[in-house]
Structures are given as C-alpha cells and as structure tokens.
C-alpha cells in the first residue's frame, strides 16, 4: 500500500502543470471539469495548496452565467495536440459543462485544511454553478437537468446514449474536416467509433452556433438528456453546499430542499421498477433508455434516497449484470448485454470512478462488508495495473491512456 500511495502520488506530479493536472498527458492535455474535481478529492490528503489551486483556476474559467466549462484550454498547448480544440469551440473554453462534483470536492478540502477563507471564495461560485443548471437546463420543466451533448455526462459512449444518438444522422464528411486526434494516441478500438464521432462533432457544432444560448433546448437541440448520474452528482452537490454554507455561518436549508426536490423527481422519471435501477431518459419524448449502464447505479451515492430503491440498487450491482463483490469492481455496463464491449470505453470497462462513488454509496447506505470489499479490489487493480483510465472487465489490463489523473487521485483517497 505505500508502494501505491508513491505510486498515486507521482501520476499526480507528473500531470500538475503548475495550475492545474491534466487528465493525461497524452490524450488530455487541457484541463477537464470533473476530472478536476476528482483530481482536488486525491490532492486534498497529498498536496492540499494544490487542491485549491487545482478549482481555483478552473473556477477562474467560469462563465458570467454560470457555468462551469467542461474543459479550459491551456493557450500554451498546441491547438494539433487535442481535437477538437480552441478552434472548434471558438473559444478559450468549451461551452459544454460536466457532472457538479465540486462542491463535493470543495466541502473535502475543506475538511481537511479548515481554510474557511477560500471556502468563503468558493461558496458563490459552487452556488452560481447550480443555478445555471437549475434555471438554464431543466428543459423538461420536471426538476432535472438536461445534457446537451454526451460529453456532458463524462461518460461519453456510453450504451445509455445509443437510441438518442442514433436518430441523428452522422456525416462522414465532418470527420474529413476534422480529424482526430485520441485515435492516433490511443488504440482505435478503445475508444469511440467514428460515426460516434461524427454525431458528437455535429451536436457540439449546432450549440456552438446557436451561441451556446440555452432557450427552447427541448424543441431546437438534436440530444437532450437527463442522466441519472449527472442528476445525483447535482443533488450531492446541493447537500455539499448546504454543509458549507453552515460552516460559513450562512443559511443552508435552500440546499437541503433542492437537494429533496432532485432525489423525488429522478425517483419519479428516471427509475425503473422492472430493471430496479436509474435509466436516462430524452427529452422531449419521455422515453427511458433502454441500456443498464453504470450511470443508472451511482444515484445510490445520494443519502435521501428511499431505503427500498438503495436496496434495489445494490441488488442490481451486486447481479452478474455488474459482478459486484466479485473479482473485480463494477463494469460501466450490463456484462450480460449482447453488445457487452470489455474495451471500448463507457461500453464495458471499469472505471474507478465510477466505482468511488458506487463505495461512498455502499458505506452510506450502511454496506461496509461490500464497500470494504470493493475497495480492496478497486486497489488491487490499481496496484497490479497501474492508474490507467480504466480496466479490461475480464483480465483487469490497463485499457486507454496510463497515468490517468483521476484513478491516482481517487487511490490516494481510498488509501486514507
Ligand atoms: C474526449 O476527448 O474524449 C473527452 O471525453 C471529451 O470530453
């Protein structure tokens, strides 16, 4: 275990740029919302100056509406060595966001340094961040936000996307544009396909040129989305926050009420007593998708979820479907589909994030026998393969880009 906290810790070196840690040095040489997030959650036990540098130059890049941008470009890095780029976005910044795990982030710094100064920094922002998806992003009215764009749910290719994305056409022409970069630095068959790629260049590229305005999404946008993992992240955010604004001497119930408000409606809308998991669901249609993905088990992160529907999830995780509690952690995907896909991407793989949040679930919904267990495996991996970005669901190989940020940054945590 000291051999992987030295481990963890140099991944986490190696990728600090001086501001922030890129993802990957390879595949992700910018600076990423959520990985940021997980990134300051690891730097908060090893490094916690760099923890708070890590949010404070991504909060730096927040917009004046309130968004927090899915990745903030380093002008330093050349515009061929990610696509798309500056260029694409028109821009210094996506105008695309991520799953909310920065209050998280904030409120686990904060733990650990007691600097109630920059947690009074952070506290507007954390609050302006949900605002934009609270007020911008609820394009069904139902409570919940909506993505725009795969990307937006982190988990990119994900089987959860499938029926949305394959109403759109995609034009091979736009590849010929633009060409792509991740393919040439990663294995082709690790990562999306073309046609994938296509659609996601095609949906960024109809936002973009709606100036990234977010009026009428439901009737003018070609992907609209609520995602169960995305929507609990925004409700753990809300219960983050209503812990800071206390320790900041602030009201907090607002936080607390939101944070109801959003476990009631995913309830009402995105689960599914048949499968007894979450499933994301289109707007404006209605209809859930089909696929069990991982995205569908993290709502048990959340604490006020009814003790019957935590218990369903852990039951569906625990089912050959996902194999938690056996050899390995959890899959991104239902194991048992017929398009399982052990390496490419959300379509199979374990990723350990997804897995760290599935832990803190089982330990808050009182599971310490299985959250010890899926520890311990999640370490064993780590400490076998390496950080990787994520695992072959089979071997456990290291799959995607090596010396992955977050994968160090969540191993530290789970060391403590
Ligand atoms: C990528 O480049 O694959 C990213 O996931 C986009 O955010």
Redesign the pocket.
């Known amino acids: 275990r000291t051999a992987l906290r030295t481990l963890a810790e140099r991944v986490l070196d190696l990728n600090w740029t001086g501001d922030h840690t890129v993802p990957s040095r390879s ?2 040489p910018h600076q ?1 919302s959520w990985d940021s997030a997980f990134v300051a959650i690891g730097l908060a036990h090893a490094a916690p100056d760099r923890a708070w540098r890590e949010l404070e130059s991504l909060f730096r890049a927040q917009w004046a509406d309130g968004r927090v941008p ?2 903030v470009f380093n002008p330093a890095v050349p515009e061929g060595d ?1 696509f798309p780029g500056p260029a694409f976005w028109d821009g210094p910044t ?1 105008g ?1 966001v ?1 799953p909310p795990v920065h209050a998280v982030a904030v409120r686990e710094i904060f733990r650990r340094t007691a600097d109630r100064e920059r947690l009074a920094w952070f506290y507007p922002r954390l609050c302006a961040q949900q605002a934009y998806l609270t007020t911008r992003r609820d394009a069904a009215g139902d409570g919940l936000v909506s993505i725009v764009h795969p ?1 937006e749910s ?1 988990l ?1 290719n994900s089987p959860s996307w499938d029926e949305a994305l394959a109403r759109l056409p995609a034009d091979p022409e736009l590849l010929r544009v633009h060409r792509r970069r ?1 393919i040439r630095v990663a294995a082709p068959a690790h ?2 396909t073309d046609a994938d790629y296509a659609r996601y260049l095609a949906i960024a590229g109809a936002y973009r040129d709606r100036g990234y305005h977010d009026d009428d999404l439901a009737g003018r946008h070609g992907f609209v989305m609520e995602c169960p993992s995305f929507n609990a992240l925004r409700a753990a955010a809300d219960i983050a926050l209503a812990e800071i604004a206390e320790e900041l001497g602030l009201p907090a119930a607002h936080h607390r009420e939101r944070a109801r408000a959003i476990v009631s409606a995913m309830v009402e809308h995105l689960f599914d007593p048949r499968t007894g998991m979450f499933h994301a669901r289109a707007v404006p249609s209605g209809e859930r998708a089909a696929a069990r993905c991982v995205n569908g088990l993290v709502p048990l992160v959340l604490p006020g979820l009814p003790e019957e529907i935590a218990a369903s999830l852990v039951e569906a995780a625990t089912s050959p479907r996902f194999g938690l509690g056996g050899a390995l952690p959890v899959t991104s995907y239902d194991r048992t589909a017929a398009d399982f896909d052990p390496v490419r991407y959300w379509r199979g793989p374990i990723w350990i994030n997804m897995n760290w949040l599935l832990h803190r679930g089982l330990l808050g919904h009182n599971h310490p026998a299985p959250a010890a267990l899926l520890r311990d495996r999640m370490l064993d991996l780590v400490g076998t393969g390496g950080c990787y970005e994520y695992y072959h669901p089979v071997t456990g190989a290291g799959l995607g880009a090596a010396e992955f940020s977050w994968t160090a940054a969540l191993t530290l945590d789970l060391l403590e």
């Open positions: 595949l992700y990423w899915h990745i990610y996506t695309l991520q990307w982190g990119d991740d990562r999306p």
